[in-house]
């Protein structure tokens, strides 16, 4: 195989008869690279997005969620928070209960989101880096059920029109739940508590910034839940635990009727369908890569033609047809690769520059944005997958010519 290399290798650097074979290889080389840098540069672009959306996101979802497999609240028992709290991996530990209620504000109403927390929620999740304006509440504005003091979403707080915080309050309308069924002797059909809001945050997701954050024991009064009852258990771990085992640890703890989700469970849809996006791209560039590989077929063609007397002369010097085969494939590999090689310096050029000056700026990108440029990524993995497929393209556009190449004659007459 070291001798096909070696004759590919001058083959292509020999001077040959018409410059059409020198021309057409330079294009299939150069139309390999920027398919290459086009592949790799996607990918990154894609990487960039998920890791900024996985980094606001993550601020907003605890690493271990647990919660029912059946209904909507339950009732921890007392052991299973005490275990929960001395496991020596578990740092933190938070009682949450979730819902969805509808707000009004100076007579605008949305649907959104009420969560009650503990006080040992700012331990679980770090969303002091979301908040845009105004100060987290601190444990006693969470203590204080007669005035309690809120986070809203930026989403709410623009469907609202909040105009100041801690200023007028917020109402919260729930269904009452003991009402099967609502008539004009029935009463009011809906509870109605008021809160302020002290904080706006962003998480830059519909599905979190549309929501108010409010004292447990107040979001239990306004649903009509016992003291008790929740929706959810949310855990942080200690830096360097191991996620499976402690995840494993929690699923025995609370039994075989609760779920104990990772942050990749949690939001298992959202990376999927980012995962999809990048991989249909991936393949798009990919057949674009493989209709400029036919460049190559035809500069290989030509060069069977114009070698046809060295390979009689092989031929005549013992060489068998695996070896002639060989070095047309070879000669396919090193097209691709001195294509490949170019490309991923261009693609690591290009990625550099864009993380250091954002040269290619989010259309229309404005203060709001959270980032003002595409963000990238490299992966290594990224680009041992488009290098093993390019070479493969390659190598394969070789195919054809180079079984060509091991069919012809060496005697007066041409080939089979």
């Not at 200690?238 to 402690?246: K, L, T, Y």
């Not at 949690?266 to 590989?293: H, P, R």
């Amino acid at each position: 195989m070291r001798l096909a290399f070696w004759i590919a290798l001058r083959y292509i650097f020999s001077k040959k008869s018409t410059n059409a074979i020198h021309l057409i290889s330079a294009i299939s080389v150069f139309g390999i690279g920027l398919g290459s840098m086009a592949l790799l540069v996607i990918m990154s672009v894609f990487n960039g997005f998920e890791e900024l959306l996985q980094s606001l996101m993550n601020s907003f979802k605890p690493e271990l969620l647990v919660s029912p497999i059946e209904g909507k609240v339950f009732s921890p028992e007392e052991e299973q928070i005490l275990r929960l709290q001395d496991h020596p991996d578990i740092l933190a530990l938070s009682q949450t209960l979730e819902e969805i209620a509808l707000f009004e504000y100076e007579g605008r109403q949305n649907l959104g989101s009420l969560k009650g927390v503990d006080p040992s929620f700012w331990e679980v999740l770090s969303l002091d880096t979301c908040i845009e304006r105004g100060k987290r509440p601190l444990p006693k504005d969470f203590a204080d059920d007669s005035q309690p003091v809120g986070l809203l979403g930026a989403t709410l707080e623009h469907t609202l029109g909040l105009r100041a915080l801690r200023d007028r309050p917020v109402k919260i309308f729930m269904p009452k739940r003991e009402l099967k069924k609502y008539t004009a002797t029935t009463g009011e059909p809906f509870r109605k508590r008021n809160f302020y809001p002290g904080a706006i945050y962003a998480v830059r997701q519909i599905d979190y910034d549309n929501m108010a954050i409010l004292p447990l024991a107040f979001v239990q009064d306004v649903l009509a839940y016992k003291a008790g009852e929740i929706s959810a258990l949310e855990l942080r771990l200690r830096p360097g635990a191991n996620e499976q085992s402690v995840q494993a640890a929690v699923q025995e703890i609370m039994g075989p009727n609760f779920k104990v989700q990772n942050r990749y469970q949690q939001d298992e849809a959202f990376y999927k369908i980012t995962n999809m996006e990048k991989w249909v791209g991936f393949l798009i560039f990919a057949f674009t890569l493989l209709l400029v590989a036919f460049n190559m077929v035809g500069a290989l063609w030509m060069l069977v033609l114009e070698k046809k007397a060295d390979i009689a002369h092989l031929q005549a010097m013992g060489a068998q047809k695996s070896l002639l085969r060989n070095i047309f494939l070879a000669e396919g590999f090193l097209l691709s690769a001195f294509g490949l090689f170019g490309g991923c310096l261009m693609a690591v050029l290009l990625c550099l520059l864009q993380q250091e000056f954002g040269l290619v700026a989010l259309e229309g990108a404005g203060s709001n944005f959270v980032v003002q440029s595409y963000p990238v990524s490299m992966r290594l993995s990224d680009f041992l997958i488009v290098i093993i497929t390019v070479l493969t393209i390659g190598t394969g556009a070789a195919y054809l010519p180079a079984l060509r190449a091991s069919r012809i004659s060496s005697g007066p007459n041409q080939a089979d």
